[in-house]
Structure formats: C-alpha cells, structure tokens
C-alpha cells in the first residue's frame, strides 16, 4: 500500500497564490474605484476645504488697437497764431497732480474728486482695469463711494425679492461717473498715452494687451443685462444669491452692475459705449 504524501506539489502551490493575489489585486481596484466614486459625487455636492496651494491658470490677455489720435496741421493764415506748446508729460512717478489737473477740468464733481485723492493714481487705475477686464472689482486698489444705507429685500410668501429701493443707494456713484465727458477722457488716454503704456507694462503687458484691456473692461459693462422686472433671490447661510440661474452666472462686476438698477445700469452703459466710441474713432 503506497503512503499518501500531504504535502502539494511546488506548481499547485505557485497557482494557488497566483490566484490569491489576483483577486486581491482585483478586490483592491474594485474598492478603489467605488471608494472614486463616491468622493466624485460628495466633492460635487459639498467641496472640501481647500488645504492645498491652488494653482490658478493666467487668463488669457485679449490683445486690441485703439488707434492713435491723428495730429491736425492748420495751414498758417494771417493773422499769424503761435502754434499752442506741445504737452510735457512728467514721469510716471510725478504724475498725479497732472491727472487730478485735467480730470477736474471735465467734472467738478466731488466724489469723483475725492476718488482722485489717492496717490500712484495711473497704477491704481491701470490693475482696477485690469480687474474689470477679468469681470471682478479691485475694491481695495480702487475704492469708489460705498453705497448709501443697507441691502434690504421682502418676502412674498417663500419668495425672496430685492427690494428695488437698492437701487438709489448707488445713485451717487453712478452720478460721479455720469458727470464725467467721455470724449474728454479718451482725448486724455492719447496726449498721456506714454504713461499709461508704462504703467500696464510694468504689470507685464505689452501696447496691444493694454488696448485690449480696456476695451474689454469697457465691453464686460456693455454686456450687463438690463433687468426691469422684480429680481427674484435666494439665500444660502448668510448671502444672497439671484434665483435666475443666468443672472448668478454673471461675473462679479456685472451682478454688480446690475444691483444698481436698471436706470443706473442704462446710464452706466451711456457712458461705456461713448467713452469706447470715442476711443476707436479719435
């Protein structure tokens, strides 16, 4: 009677553990795919705190051509005129006095001459309209009249509404830049065109991306839907939020634009598109 050896042989054994590891390996991709799945989906409905450095794409500079004011020559007549001296401009450092000069001479406004206050002026004004190119409002660069009173809405049942009475808190706001002669302005932008060039240069843009953004700055408020109707809302913890999906989707400088209301928002565009005219066609 032959004795019966227990022990497996060497290839069972290298199979069985063959076979072992590969449903480990499987259980393991299974498991991390359903584990995959179900992080997707919570990440959509409540993103996790951002630990992580974030690393934001450089958007894309829009490039333009304003073009460049022609030089009117009068053929001399008698009596002869002295032709008018040709404007200096100072360095860029020593410029804001020769700015406030002019911009008070096309308003007399004194918010706007408050505004004007600030020190690097053309600096602060160059990166504010780089912020408007982009839709956003650089607040702290730029700081315009805060609006009068505090926002208020009312109720209609579950309905939350925006009350239209906001809208006169930017009335001063809106006045200042109203007062403002936008041929005026654009005939400044061409005789200061040097210092302006330098001040989006040393923010790494060259003549064509600094034309470019203003234009689009410029285009970013042309586009600002003018609502008449009540504006629905919604609340999410302590904010509020436009209800019409298209209207939230809005960039920031544009739902700005809009909580003004729509007689401010219509002469807010006035002013855009005759300032853009006035650019294009010197």
């Given at each position: 009677?032959?004795s019966?050896?227990?022990?497996?042989?060497?290839?069972?054994?290298?199979?069985?553990l063959?076979?072992?590891?590969?449903?480990?390996?499987?259980?393991?991709?299974?498991?991390?795919?359903q584990?995959t799945?179900?992080?997707?989906?919570?990440?959509?409905?409540?993103?996790?705190?951002i630990?992580?450095?974030?690393?934001i794409?450089?958007?894309v500079?829009?490039?333009a051509?304003i073009?460049?004011?022609?030089?009117?020559?009068?053929s001399p007549?008698?009596?002869?005129?002295?032709?008018?001296?040709?404007?200096?401009?100072?360095?860029?450092?020593?410029?804001d006095?020769?700015?406030?000069?002019?911009?008070?001479?096309?308003?007399s406004?004194?918010?706007?001459?408050?505004?004007?206050?600030?020190?690097?002026?053309?600096?602060?004004?160059?990166?504010?309209?780089?912020?408007?190119?982009?839709?956003?409002?650089l607040s702290?660069?730029?700081?315009?009249t805060?609006?009068?009173?505090?926002?208020?809405?009312?109720?209609?049942?579950?309905?939350?509404w925006l009350?239209a009475?906001?809208?006169?808190?930017?009335?001063?706001?809106?006045?200042?830049?109203?007062?403002?002669n936008?041929e005026?302005?654009?005939q400044?932008?061409?005789?200061?065109?040097?210092?302006i060039?330098?001040?989006?240069?040393?923010?790494?843009?060259?003549?064509?991306?600094?034309?470019?953004?203003?234009?689009q700055?410029?285009?970013?408020?042309?586009?600002t839907?003018?609502?008449?109707?009540?504006?629905?809302l919604?609340?999410e913890s302590?904010?509020?939020?436009?209800?019409?999906?298209?209207?939230e989707a809005?960039?920031?400088?544009?739902?700005?634009?809009?909580r003004?209301?729509?007689?401010?928002t219509?002469?807010?565009?006035?002013?855009?598109?005759?300032?853009?005219?006035?650019?294009?066609?010197?």
């Amino acid at each position: 009677m032959q004795s019966t050896d227990k022990r497996a042989s060497p290839s069972i054994i290298i199979l069985g553990l063959g076979a072992i590891a590969a449903l480990l390996i499987v259980g393991g991709l299974i498991y991390r795919l359903q584990m995959t799945k179900e992080v997707d989906i919570e990440a959509e409905v409540l993103p996790s705190p951002i630990t992580e450095e974030v690393i934001i794409e450089k958007p894309v500079i829009p490039e333009a051509e304003i073009p460049i004011a022609p030089v009117i020559e009068v053929s001399p007549e008698p009596p002869k005129i002295e032709p008018a001296p040709k404007t200096v401009l100072p360095n860029l450092n020593e410029s804001d006095s020769f700015f406030r000069n002019r911009m008070e001479i096309m308003s007399s406004n004194t918010d706007l001459v408050r505004w004007l206050s600030v020190d690097d002026l053309l600096r602060r004004t160059a990166s504010y309209l780089d912020g408007l190119s982009r839709g956003v409002i650089l607040s702290k660069i730029f700081p315009l009249t805060q609006p009068n009173g505090s926002f208020t809405t009312h109720m209609d049942g579950e309905t939350i509404w925006l009350n239209a009475g906001n809208y006169e808190r930017y009335d001063i706001t809106i006045e200042a830049l109203a007062s403002i002669n936008m041929e005026a302005l654009a005939q400044l932008f061409h005789i200061a065109r040097p210092l302006i060039e330098t001040s989006f240069a040393e923010m790494g843009y060259n003549e064509r991306q600094m034309e470019g953004i203003i234009l689009q700055a410029i285009d970013r408020v042309l586009s600002t839907p003018i609502i008449i109707e009540p504006i629905e809302l919604t609340r999410e913890s302590v904010l509020y939020q436009f209800a019409d999906p298209e209207l939230e989707a809005l960039m920031p400088l544009q739902k700005q634009v809009l909580r003004t209301g729509p007689e401010n928002t219509q002469k807010l565009q006035q002013q855009a598109l005759a300032l853009k005219n006035a650019l294009l066609n010197p």
